[in-house]
């Protein structure tokens, strides 16, 4: 486990994908832990072709085809950061083991954080928030999601203080960092 973790630097430069489900705390989280470790955060939202935004916006929720040339797009957003050797935090729901699978097309040693909560928790924040992926799509969310193995992933669990999410994520981050810079290459 990590000792104190202000101001570590990762032993190499590393692509960090935040998965998880719409409302799962990517965006903020995901943000809030760059800040910490300072690295870059970028939310893969701003990666969907419009009528992808349209869709969701309509109350639609997304399927395999409309998700395909988005993940190819952020694997190729992934390859760019692994060719020029530098860190970055990219958020993505991530949802399925094939959508994973492409992303890692981008970087075979991609960290997955995991941002793991409950479907009641997440429902209560997202009726809190203003957003164009409306809270009645959430069950959509979890029928798709297949969740990773712990050896896939780091997960997180999020149905806890803002605060201490953003402290976990950073230690797993710093725990596989350290583990995979453990291992002979
Ligand atoms: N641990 C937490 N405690 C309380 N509120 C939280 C926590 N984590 C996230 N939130 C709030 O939950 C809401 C959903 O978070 P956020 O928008 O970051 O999720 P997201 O996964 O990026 O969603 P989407 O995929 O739909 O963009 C936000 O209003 C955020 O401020
Ligand atoms: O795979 C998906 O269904 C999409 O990525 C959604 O998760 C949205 O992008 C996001 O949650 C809305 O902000």
Redesign the pocket.
């Given at each position: 486990m990590a000792q104190g973790t202000e101001g570590y630097r990762l032993e190499k430069s590393r692509r960090i994908v935040v998965m998880?489900?719409?409302?799962?705390?990517?965006?903020?989280?995901g943000d809030a832990i760059g800040e910490r470790m300072g690295i870059p955060y970028i939310?893969g939202?701003q990666y969907h072709p419009e009528h992808n935004i349209e869709k969701m916006s309509r109350g639609e929720p997304l399927n395999d085809d409309d998700r395909a040339g988005w993940l190819e797009r952020l694997s190729d957003l992934i390859s760019d950061y692994r060719e020029r050797d530098e860190t970055v935090l990219i958020?993505c729901?991530s949802l399925k083991n094939s959508y994973r699978d492409i992303l890692r097309q981008g970087d075979d040693g991609l960290i997955f954080l995991f941002?793991d909560g409950s479907y009641n928790v997440i429902l209560g924040?997202?009726q809190?928030?203003k957003?164009f992926?409306s809270a009645d799509m959430l069950t959509t969310q979890f029928d798709t999601l297949e969740r990773p193995t712990d050896t896939e992933a780091m997960r997180v669990d999020?149905d806890?203080?803002?605060h201490e999410?953003v402290e976990s994520g950073v230690r797993a981050i710093i725990d596989r960092d350290r583990a995979l810079s453990a291992q002979p290459s």
């Open positions: 998880g489900v719409s409302g799962s705390g990517k965006s903020t989280i939310d939202d958020g729901s941002l924040r997202m809190e928030r957003h992926f999020i806890v203080d803002f999410v």
